[in-house]
């Protein structure tokens, strides 16, 4: 539960989500998001099993255009976006001159001289515009008036379809087009942050979002539609990161797993390069790990948790956990822990900090469960 005010700003979709039993909300992007219709745990098996529509229009989208939109976007991430054409997205790191994480971002390559960014919690508008005031590039970056809601769940090509037709269909997996609905102009990808099959509606006019809901829900009602939040549970089995949790600022790529979308050699210049390579070259000193932990199911951690050694309380705090929850399908208390290297090898025990006392965890690889791409062949 959270007071609601005219200081934080309301989605369009905000009166939709209350008309249909949102139970509370959290802040993200100074806005209002949903964080469960009921039981989250209801919401997780209905994500896993049929499909569910979330109300993200928190995901502030970031409009880069103008003559040098290509290169400033090339100096914002290490990901080397040359082979990057129109109407595709790519996961980005956005990274500073220390080579910490400013925030993680779905980049989508609208067509020529521009890309929207759909960043996650933060003010990453107001770390590019300072990055353009300080350049001679001709670019603009403004927030568009673009309202996403996400589709997700095994059964969301089904009501895509209803939607859209066989363009639906023919989209690959991080595909964007642009297109019209019931005469609303929007852009859809096939992306989310679910783990199952996806996409996402960007909204271009936020008077018309209860429209938009109210369109998606009817289609989706032969399919078991239900609005829910983002889910935790699914999005730590799937490994999805969550930016201020599972990823700082204090952060890298290499330690949180993703030096794979760093190019130290693109031929583009990108913020933080020499310091990158300079913590490449001597290796990194933390990672971001999975942990299975030993202890009564876990809802959430409300905090960062400790985390010591195999010898417990007795030793120096070593790391924290950053994300924790109990997975339903697992039957175990899964989650993530930023601990030094040398406590990163699978089957390292660990020593963790919990309300009330303490628990043992093991190290694990993640995901648990892999993301589905594939789209199902029977759909009507």
Same mark, same amino acid.
């Given at each position: ?163 859209? !037709?066989?363009? *639906? %269909? ?10 019209? &609905?019931? @005469?609303? +102009? ?85 913020? !933080?390069?020499? *310091? %990158? ?10 990672? &971001?790990? @999975?942990? +299975? ?88």
């Amino acid at each position: 539960m959270i007071s609601i005010n005219p200081r934080v700003r309301k989605s369009p979709y905000f009166d939709a989500t209350i008309r249909y039993g949102a139970k509370a909300f959290t802040i993200y992007n100074h806005m209002y998001m949903p964080t469960h219709y009921g039981d989250p745990v209801d919401e997780y098996w209905h994500l896993v099993r049929d499909v569910t529509l979330w109300d993200v229009s928190c995901q502030r989208q970031i409009r880069i255009s103008g003559p040098d939109a290509k290169p400033f976007m090339e100096m914002l991430t290490p990901r080397d976006l040359s082979n990057c054409p129109s109407h595709r997205c790519l996961y980005v790191l956005l990274t500073d001159e220390r080579g910490g994480i400013v925030n993680d971002a779905v980049l989508m390559h609208m067509r020529a001289n521009e890309y929207w960014l759909s960043p996650g919690d933060g003010d990453v508008i107001l770390w590019a515009q300072g990055v353009a005031a300080m350049t001679a590039m001709d670019v603009s970056v403004e927030e568009g008036d673009i309202c996403p809601l996400q589709l997700q769940g095994p059964k969301s090509p089904h009501v895509a379809y209803r939607l859209l !037709g066989q363009k *639906a %269909l023919d989209m690959g997996y991080y595909d964007v087009i642009e297109t019209e &609905l019931n @005469g609303l +102009e929007m852009a859809v990808s096939r992306t989310g942050w679910s783990g199952e099959l996806g996409y996402e509606f960007y909204l271009k006019d936020h008077i018309h979002g209860d429209k938009l809901w109210e369109t998606i829900m009817q289609a989706g009602e032969d399919y078991n539609i239900i609005p829910a939040a983002p889910n935790t549970i699914r999005s730590i089995e799937g490994a999805l990161l969550s930016f201020y949790s599972d990823i700082r600022r204090e952060d890298n790529p290499y330690t949180i797993g993703l030096g794979r979308l760093v190019d130290l050699d693109k031929k583009a210049d990108f913020i !933080g390069r020499e *310091a %990158l390579r300079e913590i490449h070259a001597r290796g990194n000193h933390r990672r &971001l790990v @999975g942990i +299975e932990i030993e202890c009564d199911p876990i809802s959430h951690n409300e905090s960062f948790w400790p985390v010591w050694g195999p010898d417990g309380i007795a030793g120096e705090k070593l790391g924290h956990v950053s994300r924790c929850v109990w997975s339903p399908r697992l039957e175990k208390n899964i989650g993530f822990a930023n601990v030094p290297a040398e406590l990163t090898r699978i089957g390292t025990r660990l020593t963790l900090g919990i309300p009330g006392g303490e628990a043992s965890a093991t190290v694990v690889k993640p995901p648990w469960f892999t993301a589905e791409k594939e789209l199902p062949k029977d759909i009507v």
